[in-house]
């Protein structure tokens, strides 16, 4: 596309997965992702 792909990155939020070990915490970050990749689609 042109840009710089450090720039177009930031454009897009990313779930926070470092409490993975932690169920509910890593329950909600993954429903997170999916409603977006699926608003995206």
Known sequence: TGKDLAVELREYHIPDFSN?????????????????????A
Request: glycine residues 0%.
């Open 20 to 40: 993975w070990k932690n169920h509910d915490a890593f329950e909600s970050a993954f429903a997170d992702l999916l409603r977006d990749l699926r608003a995206q």
